[in-house]
């Protein structure tokens, strides 16, 4: 198809094409127009122009008539590229820029499918893998949670994370479903690059009601699971492969098994060629551990949750913390970090009157070892209100994007701690040997006994005898 070949080459418009812009039919009829005008004009299609059909221009709006025209530039070029060979291929005949071949481009959303129901809620909860025999392995553990949509059917939050990386989860997915044909289907979708909502939504599933209320036009659609029940488990599997990087063409086939007490996630993952890679292989087994932990809530509504428990001694005041930090408003809007490349960690003293009341309630506790160690610093997530944060009067400044009566979400990684407290003098055991002096009761048995007082230290050393 003309849409399909310009995708293959020009990547960037895979979300218009799918999801943002009615692309798809509009490319579709203007092909088809331009090809009947083309034959009935003897083959001279090139000066010919593409219209809405008799009777119904003078009514198009000037929008609606730039779009036409828009699609119909990029269709031409479609049948062009088709027609010439120009289309991206290997030597295989395989695509070498691999696109996800949509089931059905605009899914409809059913509130009443109980079957969907079902299937959200069969998620819900948290998975982890079992310990091996290898103890050095690091085990993975996925969070899935239910969260607010628009346009989508049952949306899940799903956040696969490796230990020691819950900064940074392998895969951040949200799956709405749907049917095709009556057959039922799971559309994967994923947050671009680039975005706020990548950062803010990790580890929210401790607090969905923070999570923001996402639409498809902000999310990246890489592709469709279709989904039957085979041997009491339900089981997913992409229609095609997934892409998952522009930059190096990878793509993926992928698979979940799902049932009450576990999920079988399995990866398969191709180079641009076609070729498997299979050091990038998923193949995880992850058992129901059971609800999802929730944030602990602390003073003036500060939430905390932790990501990363981290090792060593817990902050508390006279501690000099060391860290990385992200704030990002909850509609994604980031407004500030410092884990940028360049930047330092910021160095902060507990207690500590330059920073919001949100950080003083929220840091405390948060444990780290004294210098560097891998997983050694705790990672915390924090939800602040208004009344902890910026206030009525909003952010100045460097922080004038946060507006007035603004929840305000931070990720929190430490990096160092250390103890600043002042030191207490050593107490001394006697301090009257301490000075090279006697005990007075020692003084007054010697004198008893006729022995002589010994001479002041400020008299001179013949006396008075």
Request: hydrophobic share 40%; glycine share 14%.
């Given at each position: 198809?003309?849409?399909?070949?310009?995708?293959?080459?020009?990547?960037?418009?895979?979300?218009?094409?799918?999801?943002?812009?009615?692309?798809?039919?509009?490319?579709?009829?203007?092909?088809?127009?331009?090809?009947?005008?083309?034959?009935?004009?003897?083959?001279?299609?090139?000066?010919?122009?593409?219209?809405?059909?008799?009777?119904?221009?003078?009514?198009?709006?000037?929008?609606?008539e730039g779009m036409q025209r828009?699609?119909?530039?990029?269709?031409?070029?479609?049948?062009?590229?088709?027609?010439?060979?120009?289309?991206?291929?290997?030597?295989?005949?395989?695509?070498?820029?691999?696109?996800?071949?949509?089931?059905?481009?605009?899914?409809?959303?059913?509130?009443?499918?109980?079957e969907m129901r079902?299937?959200?809620?069969?998620?819900?909860?948290?998975w982890r893998t079992a310990a091996g025999a290898d103890s050095q392995a690091r085990p993975w553990t996925l969070r899935a949670v239910r969260v607010p949509g628009k346009l989508l059917t049952q949306p899940v939050y799903l956040e696969l994370v490796r230990k020691d990386e819950e900064a940074s989860?392998?895969?951040?997915?949200?799956?709405?479903?749907?049917?095709?044909?009556?057959?039922?289907?799971?559309?994967?979708?994923?947050?671009?690059m680039g975005s706020g909502l990548k950062g803010l939504c990790v580890g929210l599933w401790a607090a969905p009601e923070h999570f923001p209320v996402v639409t498809p036009s902000q999310l990246d659609v890489i592709g469709d699971f279709a989904v039957e029940q085979r041997d009491g488990a339900y089981v997913f599997t992409s229609t095609s492969p997934f892409l998952l990087n522009h930059h190096t063409q990878w793509s993926m086939d992928a698979s979940l098994e799902v049932t009450p007490l576990a999920i079988r996630w399995t990866e398969k993952v191709y180079d641009k060629n076609g070729q498997p890679l299979p050091a990038s292989a998923v193949d995880l087994t992850l058992t129901r551990e059971g609800e999802l932990p929730r944030a602990e809530e602390r003073a003036?509504?500060?939430?905390?949750?932790?990501?990363?428990?981290?090792?060593?001694?817990?902050?508390?005041?006279?501690?000099?913390?060391?860290?990385?930090?992200?704030?990002?408003?909850?509609n994604g809007t980031l407004f500030e970090t410092n884990h940028t490349p360049g930047s330092s960690p910021l160095q902060l003293a507990l207690p500590n009157d330059r920073i919001i009341e949100g950080w003083s309630i929220g840091l405390q506790g948060i444990r780290c070892t004294e210098t560097y160690e891998t997983g050694g610093g705790g990672i915390r997530k924090l939800i602040i209100p208004p009344a902890a944060a910026m206030g009525a009067s909003g952010g100045m400044g460097k922080l004038a994007a946060i507006p007035p009566n603004a929840t305000v979400i931070f990720t929190i990684e430490m990096v160092a701690m250390k103890d600043n407290t002042?030191?207490?003098?050593?107490?001394?055991?006697d301090p009257f040997k301490e000075m090279g002096a006697e005990k007075p009761d020692?003084?007054?048995?010697?004198?008893?006994?006729?022995?002589?007082?010994?001479?002041?230290?400020?008299?001179?050393?013949?006396?008075?005898?």
């Open positions: 198809a003309p849409a399909g070949a310009l995708q293959a080459v020009y990547p960037p418009l895979r979300c218009a094409a799918t999801q943002r812009l009615p692309a798809e039919p509009l490319l579709r009829s203007a092909v088809e127009r331009r090809t009947q005008e083309a034959a009935a004009a003897g083959g001279a299609g090139s000066s010919l122009k593409v219209s809405a059909g008799v009777g119904d221009r003078d009514g198009m709006s000037d929008y609606t828009r699609c119909a530039r990029w269709a031409v070029l479609g049948l062009w590229l088709g027609a010439t060979g120009l289309t991206a291929a290997t030597a295989t005949g395989q695509p070498a820029f691999p696109r996800a071949e949509l089931l059905d481009q605009t899914p409809h959303v059913e509130f009443g499918d109980a079902q299937l959200a809620h069969l998620f819900e909860g948290q989860p392998l895969r951040q997915w949200i799956l709405a479903f749907y049917r095709s044909n009556g057959d039922l289907r799971a559309r994967v979708y994923e947050f671009p003036l509504g500060v939430q905390v949750i932790d990501l990363r428990e981290g090792r060593g001694g817990k902050a508390d005041d006279g501690d000099v913390l060391v860290f990385w930090y992200s704030g990002w408003l909850e002042p030191e207490a003098p050593d107490l001394v055991e020692e003084l007054q048995m010697k004198q008893q006994k006729g022995e002589k007082k010994p001479p002041s230290s400020s008299g001179g050393s013949g006396g008075g005898g």
